[in-house]
């Protein structure tokens, strides 16, 4: 409880994680700006 800004950090990672797979995903799938990416 001592180091909120530490958990943040990590949950911030972790969705930062969790959006790069997604886009990977998208991009594969998808072909790029197919899979409703935005990209």
């Known amino acids: 409880m001592a180091g909120p800004r530490s958990r943040t950090g990590l949950w911030i990672a972790i969705a930062v994680a969790i959006v ?3 886009v990977v995903i998208a ?4 072909g790029g700006g197919g899979g ?3 990209y």
């Open 20 to 22: 790069l797979v997604i």
């Open 27 to 30: 991009l594969a799938r998808g």
């Open 36 to 38: 409703g990416g935005g």
